[in-house]
Nanobody
């Protein structure tokens, strides 16, 4: 499985950005696609994930009510709409793929994208 992420950039606090991640290769039909982020000097943090078969979404506490996941089934693509961005959202965002279809634990994600930088200025 290969992941291609895009959409990062610089935005002012309160603004919005949309990230996308396209999965290609032998994805199967039951998997989890998710986003994690890592800010300088901090540990990797779970952002959000979607279980593809059920369309269930899970969000990290720090982004609930501000970030929204959606998907394009036909293109195996997931979108992360980020609204009301804060300076503390500044990080490299990584798209990830878990073939087990259920878990959103980072260790279960086998494939990772290259990361896209999101910078939120105050």
């Amino acid at each position: 499985v290969q992941l291609q992420a895009s959409g990062g950039g610089l935005v002012q606090a309160g603004g919005s950005l949309r990230l996308s991640c396209a999965a290609s290769g032998r994805t199967g039909t039951s998997y989890v696609m998710g986003w994690f982020r890592q800010a300088p000097g901090k540990e990797r943090e779970f952002v959000a994930a979607i279980r593809w078969r059920s369309a269930d979404t899970v969000y990290g506490d720090s982004v609930k009510d501000r970030f929204t996941l959606s998907r394009d089934n036909a293109k195996n693509t997931v979108f992360l709409q980020m609204n009301s961005l804060k300076p503390e959202d500044t990080a490299v965002y990584y798209c990830a793929f878990n073939p087990d279809g259920v878990s959103v634990i980072a260790a279960r994600f086998r494939y990772w994208g290259q990361g896209t930088l999101v910078t939120v200025s105050s």
